[in-house]
């Protein structure tokens, strides 16, 4: 017995000398004794490995045994180090500079430099290396820091000091946050990523924003970084049109392990071209891109910020190269408010030969569970790959102590009685809310400059209402919202109460009801704004908006059934009332100008539109986006812009006899529609082409029919089904009706080569709308314009038939 336990005993004790790890850690300098940031360090025949930190500070856990170590960095002769880990060891590094020459290289007088043969070998390559991986698995850590190395004393009024928590220099570290995930990728563009883990600076209850699949830049690709920095996005140097845009020069070549490699140095062949400056490294034979050091400029056109500097590093896998980290490094200055940062991605463990399980791309591109943020500081001790620089450790020590400080009730009761101390030009502008943290409750008041307007029907009038909210667990929650309106001409008093219950965020799913009286346009998707029709009717004597009025009861739900497909059923009951014009005041009295009725189709006399009428419909929905992708968190399903198209299927049914219900008839409608679709440097396209009909019109008062987005005023709100110059109301049809619009946007392609035009960063938009139904057959429009931002200004033309019928401009301010 005694040697059976003496026996466990020295193999529990072997057992435990295999399972643990040793550290290496130390600093990676230059000759110079300058710290080299990010450099990679990995156990040699392996994908296992890390990198330093922005101080050269680099720590790795390894088995114990004898083990040979790999230090890396772009433009530096790598150094293999063999360690027998025997405990905790210290290995400082001294990389010194890769000696690049060009001693074996004869370059003629006048004669082309030999870096364009070896691009153009490496563009003919581009093709194999784009697709010679058909799938990997591998892990990923991902570390952001962004700070303000410079701010303006206040900014609105406000200490920034203070409100942004930074030192008495106005610095400090604005965002710090680090993850490690598992990722998946699939050719051609299939991934799956689950975080693991999760650490933010004084945000113990947030998840990081990193993710890997924001890290990939391929240089394998023709355009990179599309609708990241840039609309338009970057030619890669060895696209297949990069001759195009590039000139290329050889600065030297070395020997790698054996393999020929070729530094070479990529030129923009114009100021404002959408490429990049910096220097690329190929290997000859293969051509295989095996590190890249590259920047972008504001003269590039990228949007935010400065400069971005962006180094990848490239480890041999099997016969190909895949990225062991990748940096991106930036700066900038809006407003007085100078930043920089970096995102640093690791990449560690690589399986080119995974087996993955059916349906395993479902569309989930990141999956982040409860657990992720959970981790203690012990665990990230031993797991965090890149250590900390003392920056950074003091942040994570100041903004955690601040944040369990903040959950505190008294805290939060200090911190709401001063956010919801009221302001007179606060509650006038963007309204007044009253939040109880601690509650998780909220009261919310409209902002009082929405809240009075004027038209002919109710003269002056006011419009307001408050929302109450409450936030449960799990993201669930439920707000009720009450609402009241008074004309002071028409005399009219409306109010309405509705309620809406989410009672599963990760499906969309909810239940709404409401219920009361309201004066409403007279076109369902509205006409325009009730401030936007104030002025032009004060100002301008044009009242274009019509409106009538509606006593309703309804109640409906939505969820989603499948990925990407929304379905949605509802009833409603409505008393329905026409309106007329009760005033005609005005602050000016234009000649030739005189207010219509409130009937469109009668605009001289206040001739009835409908007689009033009761009706009960029933409406049901299905919307699906194909290749819908998206992140679950558990706070919600949140999907991203998709690359394919989003298919509306609708039916509306006005039941005859239910409540004494006058109307009958039934819709169908089908929409297809897609937003930016890429055109590469051209740009991206959108578009919108519907068709629907009255399979029964038996009954169908005007407010029942279907409306079109028009536009008969000079300013308008910007909605890519919106027509320039159709009438808000003539063209409702109770029949059968096609209807498209077509936008492309160039992104600046011809303006950036304009000088004087250059610095606005205008982009350029073309469209075209069409509609036929009865009463309007084959009306179309074009236009043209310039948009910044939120603004545009275009010019279009209208044409019903062969005939032109309308021409101007638009403007249009907003999302």
């Known amino acids: 017995m005694k040697n059976i336990y003496l026996t466990l005993l020295i193999l529990t004790g072997a057992l435990n000398s295999f399972a643990q790890q040793f550290k290496i850690s130390g600093t990676i300098n230059d000759t110079d004794g300058q710290p080299v940031p990010f450099a990679s360090v990995y156990i040699k025949n392996t994908t296992t490995g890390t990198s330093a930190n922005i101080d050269g500070v680099y720590s790795f856990a390894v088995n114990p045994g004898t083990v040979t170590i790999i230090y890396r960095a772009i433009g530096y002769k790598a150094i293999e180090k063999s360690i027998e880990l025997t405990e905790n060891t210290t290995q400082n590094i001294t990389l010194s500079a890769e000696a690049y020459t060009l001693n074996n290289v004869t370059i003629k007088a006048n004669a082309e430099d030999p870096a364009y043969e070896i691009i153009r070998q490496a563009i003919k390559a581009r093709k194999q290396h784009l697709t010679e991986v058909a799938a990997y698995t591998t892990n990923v850590y991902i570390k952001g820091v962004q700070k303000l190395v410079g701010a303006p004393k206040r900014f609105f009024g406000r200490d920034i000091q203070k409100t942004l928590d930074l030192d008495t220099n106005r610095k400090g570290i604005l965002y710090l946050s680090e993850s490690t995930s598992t990722f998946a990728y699939q050719r051609p563009d299939n991934i799956h990523e689950e975080m693991i883990s999760s650490k933010t600076a004084g945000q113990n209850n947030a998840f990081s924003f990193n993710k890997a699949s924001d890290l990939i830049i391929n240089f394998y690709d023709n355009i990179l970084l599309e609708n990241k920095l840039s609309t338009r996005g970057f030619v890669s140097p060895i696209s297949d049109n990069a001759m195009l845009y590039y000139r290329y020069k050889l600065l030297g070549v070395s020997n790698e392990n054996g393999a020929t490699i070729n530094k070479i140095q990529i030129i923009p062949r114009r100021g404002y071209d959408p490429v990049f400056n910096g220097i690329i490294y190929i290997k000859d034979d293969s051509w295989h891109l095996v590190n890249a050091e590259v920047f972008l400029t504001k003269s590039s056109g990228i949007n935010l910020i400065d400069i971005l500097n962006i180094k990848q590093q490239f480890l041999k896998v099997e016969d190909t190269y895949m990225p062991s980290n990748i940096n991106f490094q930036f700066n900038g200055n809006i407003l007085g408010f100078k930043f920089e940062g970096y995102y640093v991605g690791v990449y560690n463990n690589y399986n080119l030969h995974p087996d993955f399980p059916k349906n395993y791309f479902n569309g989930e591109i990141l999956k982040i569970t409860k657990a992720v943020n959970k981790k203690d500081s012990l665990f990230w001790l031993n797991n965090r790959p890149i250590p900390l620089t003392a920056e950074e450790s003091r942040d994570y020590v100041r903004k ?258 239910i409540l004494n219900s006058d109307v009958d008839y039934d819709l169908v409608a089908l929409e297809v529609s897609q937003n930016r679709i890429s055109s590469g440097l051209w740009g991206y396209s959108s578009f919108v082409a519907g068709v629907g009909k009255f399979l029964n019109n038996g009954q169908v008062y005007y407010p029942e029919a279907k409306h079109f987005w028009g536009s008969n005023s000079l300013f308008t709100l910007p909605n890519l089904r919106r027509f320039l110059f159709l009438d808000f109301y003539l063209f409702s049809t109770d029949r059968e009706y096609v209807e498209a619009h077509f936008e492309h946007n160039f992104s600046g392609l011809f303006t950036n080569k304009v000088p004087l035009l250059r610095k606005l960063k205008l982009e350029e938009v073309v469209g075209a709308s069409y509609l036929s139904q009865p009463v309007k057959r084959n009306y179309y429009e074009f236009y043209f314009g310039l948009q910044r931002l939120i603004f545009r200004a275009t010019y279009g033309f209208a044409y019903d038939g062969n005939k032109r019928v309308n021409h101007g401009f638009r403007l249009s301010y907003g999302f």
């Not at 955690?400 to 911190?415: C, N």
């Not at 929405?450 to 409450?470: H, L, Q, R």
């Not at 929304?566 to 005033?583: E, I, M």
Request: proline share 4%.
């Open 400 to 657: 955690d102590s601040i944040a369990a400080l903040k959950t505190s009730k008294r805290y939060l009761d200090s911190l709401e009685k001063a956010n919801n101390k009221f302001g007179a030009v606060k509650f006038i502008v963007s309204g007044y809310t009253i939040n109880n943290r601690y509650k998780r409750t909220s009261v919310s008041l409209d902002p009082l400059y929405k809240a009075v307007f004027y038209n002919t029907v109710e003269g002056f009038a006011i419009k307001y209402g408050a929302t109450y909210t409450k936030r449960l667990e799990d993201s669930r929650q439920y707000s009720i919202r009450p609402e009241i309106r008074y004309g002071f001409s028409n005399k009219t008093l409306t109010g309405s109460l509705s309620a809406n219950y989410v009672y599963d965020p990760v499906k969309r799913a909810n239940i709404y009801i409401s219920g009361g009286s309201g004066i409403y346009d007279l076109n369902n998707h509205g006409s325009m704004s009730l401030l936007g029709n104030t002025i032009n009717s004060l100002l301008f004597e044009t009242n274009f908006s019509k409106f009538y009025k509606k006593e309703f009861a309804n109640i409906g739900t939505t969820r989603e059934l499948a990925i990407g497909l929304q379905a949605s059923l509802g009833a409603g009951y409505s008393r329905n009332y026409n309106l007329v014009n009760t005033t005609q005041f005005k602050i000016k009295d234009f000649k030739g100008e005189e207010f219509t009725s409130n009937n469109p189709f009668n605009p001289e006399f206040e001739l009835p539109l409908f007689p009033t009428y009761e009706a009960f419909t029933i409406t049901a929905s299905l919307n699906y986006t194909i290749g819908q992708k998206y992140i679950t968190r558990p706070d919600g399903r949140f999907y991203q812009p998709s690359k394919y198209p989003t298919i509306d299927l609708s039916y509306r049914k006005g039941v005859n006899g």
